[in-house]
């Protein structure tokens, strides 16, 4: 192999096919430009549905009367759940300041404090919110609930609100996860389509390449230099004017974009590099094996 | 060196292009293919470069059997042959010089190689004037001289031309003629496909006439002068032209 | 023109020309596949974030010793406000029984009812209700803020909340409308490249035909059809997957999907319309325009 | 029927194709273009076609000005000439009938028109039996032919052939200036550019004669035979033959 020979030769073939380079690059760009504003709102969108699924959780109210002892007891119990991640105790006395002050007007009136000790506790895995209300108050016979633990009064989830939660962020990250799939799959497809097609106008000149004695890697590796070239150009391309939308656009509007983003959304630096390394691997390779066919002489 | 024997090709059911041909060169031999439009010429050649696969019979070059030589072999044996086509089949993104060029570079031929060689052939076919035009900037004939250039430029020990002075005047045909003789005089074989029979008559040389994809004519001309030098052969040409 | 000769003629084209015929189909299929998943998406999603936006609401406090004329007298000036979309009024009764049914621990404890009087108020466009909160209860020189009639205690507006979700409804509207935007030009300009390309490799073709007498709209014909059957065989390929998927994975998920689409996504049919005639007016026009550089001959 | 007057071509600042050549060729005249590779034979053809235009000077044809034909109106000029190119310009996904069948169906020609002269016309020409091939599947000289047919099959008035025998056997040769004879004979002017010295001294007819873009030679043959028939014609062809 003569790498030198084999780039200035991948160099003039873009040259002196201006139009198919051109639109091989063209497509690069958009695919790339595309999936480049696609992967953070997918990601931002998926953390936002984690973010919103991180707020599943269920208050275990203790009796009114019930003693330290019994506080810590059931504190104990709830911590060796295994399905629940963690637990925080609010106090009577918290609680009804927060009360207080969400609704000043109905607790002015009230002389004494009527709420009681609270646990509220977070799953692991916001699905299974219902298994942990079970375990805690198991359905009775009768139909209504039992407690594993006298000084708890009562295990509550709103139920409807967390059940719409789990149903609408569930269909969320599906969702967002077919398109991200859909999206890489099309761009994939749109970029080996276009190279193929801009391979075919110049099929006759490999076959002449092949009757004049040249081996499959020869007429080959210009090729994938070439699309190596093409992939980089119409990447980078993307990118640049990506992150001039990014510097223009998004950055003034980030305290907008905070309220949505979660914390854990990709960061530009990788973003650039894997759709770099996308977009040259899939021109490349597009190029070196749609070649394939037209070497068959 | 070239030995065809019960050649068969067919495109379709129907008709055969080649009907069974047989025939022997001996290494250094020049020899003529002859016959009218459409009786098989070009096929026989595509056959002889791998281009196409016979439907039946063995071909052999150099002692190997065509068919037996597996495909990723198949540009090294081509690198042997030196083939100017009917439609000159030049790279259209490559300038004159490019062109010849790459014929050295499939074979692994350097810079130094490249610079040495290329404008000599150029200049022995008459385009030191066009070597930086691409193609489609040539007169026809000046296409095909490009053609031939290419063939010629790294002296293959079996040359084959399908047609070359079909676009060239009588003048520049006598000079690739002369060409042609030259490297035959250096051991190369051989075999030419023309209808150009003002050609054929004065180059007396052994000749085959095909029809119809069968051998109608395989002969030695009465007066086969192989002795004769370069330039006696190019007197003899011009004098008799006309 | 003769359609006959003109419809035969791309018949034969695309016949003869099945590489690049194949690519633009392709290239349509995939475009217009991505562009079917992504339409309705974006719909329920701007939907979802409108009937979000919906829930903006402001209450009117009146003081709790507001009489039936002063309720009716804050009722008419509210109404008279432009930029309220509607007002409801949820008596003193009311308000008292649906708090008591979300605490009812705190509820029971409370002898009396301590609410006061409320209109509920509905902005016509949610970004409006900061300006109706300054209307209705403009901000004092001192800092605090003064009511327009004598009759309103106080103006709520649940401020941070409220802010929160302008602020990622708005965004994630924006975002959805550059996205469709975005989506919608790469589509076309995917598609018409990929036309360009397949033009090209036949450009020795054109300029035969018109060396042959052969006029630009004698040649063009066959190719704007040919862009007509490329688009449509795309399209409807793309578009039996969209049913076969929705058919398959989508409407049994119905229930879920309903509530996070609003009531204003686009339907099937429609979309199905839209995308076809997309498709093919891209495919034809397409191909008839680029195919003007090759014509100049 | 053409007149040049002062044209010059030049592709590049520095050397010119054809360097301010003036003739005239009257309506009903069959004149040879003849001169060596490179001489500018094509060029003055594709002025004729308006594929290029010239860089200085006049190109009348039928009394008009090439020059003044506006772009939309190209076509229908072009629909007036039959032309033979050296490069055969097939089209490739079309079979021998349908390129043939082209040339008709631009013209406005409907089913039957088409259906009436095309399989005459290949016939004429000794494509019978390859009605439904695709050039590709075609050898060198049966492409020639084919392009020979597109450009017989509307009888125009003015015929221009870029080498049209390059790549045929004599033998075929002789049967298509049979055909140029007879085209000519029913008034049809007739331009062709050729290589083939002996087929020029054998038709006695007017030679231009170029030589790096210049006319070097313009004569009528002192045994000009205007008033032979085709039969007689086609008897001294091949007797004059060697
Ligand atoms: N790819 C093909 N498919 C079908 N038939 C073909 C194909 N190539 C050639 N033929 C037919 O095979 C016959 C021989 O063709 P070939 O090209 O060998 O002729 P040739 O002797 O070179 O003629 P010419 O002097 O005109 O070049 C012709 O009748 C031709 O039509
Ligand atoms: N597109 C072009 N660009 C630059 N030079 C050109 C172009 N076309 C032709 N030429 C040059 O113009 C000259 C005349 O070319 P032309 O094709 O007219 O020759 P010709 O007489 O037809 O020759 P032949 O007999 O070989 O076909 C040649 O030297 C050729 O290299
Ligand atoms: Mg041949
Ligand atoms: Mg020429």
Redesign the interface.
Known sequence: MKPVFFLREALRALKRNAIPSFAAMATVLVTVLVLGVFIPVVQATTGAANEVRGKVIADVYLKTDAQQKDVDRVERVLKSEPMIKSVEFISKDAAYKTERERNPKAYELLGSNPLPDTFRITPGNPDDIAKIKDALAPEAAGGGRTVIDPAIDEVRNREEDTNKILAVTGVVKITMALLAGLLGVASMLLIANTIRLSLYARRREVEVMKLVGATDWFIRWPFVLEGVIVGLVGGVLAIALLAVVKIAVVDPLAADFALIAAPDTIDFPLLIGLLLVAAVAVSSLGSGLSLRKFLRV | MISFSGVEKR?SATDSALDGISFDIFPGEFVFL?????SG???AMKLL?K?LEPTAGEIRVAGRDLQKIPR?RV??Y??N?G?I???Y??????TVYENVA??L???GGGRREIRDKVPDILRLT?LS?KLHNYPD??????Q??VAIA?AFVNHPPLLIA??PT????????IGIMQLLYRINQTGTTVLVAT?D??MV?KMRRRVIELSEGRIVRDEQSAAYAAAESTREFAIRMRSAQG
């Open positions: 495109y002859v016959g009218h439009s459409g010429k070009s096929t470069i281009e990723p540009p090294y081509r690198r042959l083939v086509f009917q439609d089949k030049l790279l259209p993104n490559r790459y014929a570079q499939v074979t008459g004037t900037q040539l007169s026809g004939g000046e095909q001289r290419r399908d047609e079909g676009n060239l005047d009588p003048e520049t045909s209808h029979v003002s008559d």
